[in-house]
């Protein structure tokens, strides 16, 4: 373990992950569960993931053209922008359902990380990384911290939201910003 790498991968991880679709999904979840439970649904994928990226991940994104990689990113983000928009349309329906129990919430929250963080910036960047200082472990290490951190960020950020804005405006506005990242995605996978 080479503390110094661990270091330099957190911030580039934790930048990645800010304005990232899994970052949104763990507020949003957030807004409907218990933090907790929704962190360490979210902190769970994130460990797999990373797990994945800095072992067959290295190899895997060095086969799979970067064109496919993007497309499929903006899929997910397409995905995302249309689900949030749905749930802004029901939100006054389900208000009454934000106390869901919380092996419900922590499993929903696992796979919903877990399918979002296929071919994301921060997997690919982790993955890019554990090749370039040829240190798994350590990459590892660092990446993880950084993903758990924005997750924490979102789902403190999620219930303190939910005190000045409502949550369909919430949801409005996350569909808003998934349609961005999907057009960016999709002009990566297209250049």
Request: aromatic residues 8%; hydrophobic residues 60%; neutral net charge.
């Amino acid at each position: 373990m080479n503390l110094a790498v661990a270091l330099a991968v957190y911030p580039v991880i934790f930048l990645g992950e800010l304005p990232d679709k899994t970052m949104f999904a763990s507020l949003i979840m957030s807004t409907r569960g218990r933090p907790l439970s929704v962190w360490c649904g979210a902190a769970g994928a994130f460990v797999v993931h990373v797990a994945i990226a800095t072992t067959v991940g290295v190899a895997l994104f060095n086969l799979l053209p970067h064109r496919a990689v993007d497309g499929i990113v903006a899929g997910l983000f397409a995905l995302g922008a249309v689900y949030a928009y749905i749930e802004s349309r029901r939100a006054g329906d389900d208000a009454h359902l934000v106390n869901v129990q919380t092996g419900q919430v922590v499993t929903t929250a696992f796979v919903v990380i877990f399918v979002a963080e296929w071919g994301d910036l921060t997997q690919i960047l982790t993955a890019n990384l554990a090749a370039h200082y040829h240190s798994p472990l350590s990459v590892g290490v660092g990446a993880i911290l950084a993903l758990w951190s924005v997750a924490a960020l979102a789902v403190i950020g999620g219930q303190g939201l939910l005190r000045f804005v409502n949550i369909a405006t919430v949801r409005k506005v996350t569909a808003v910003v998934l349609v961005g990242l999907a057009a960016y995605a999709a002009w990566l996978a297209l250049s």
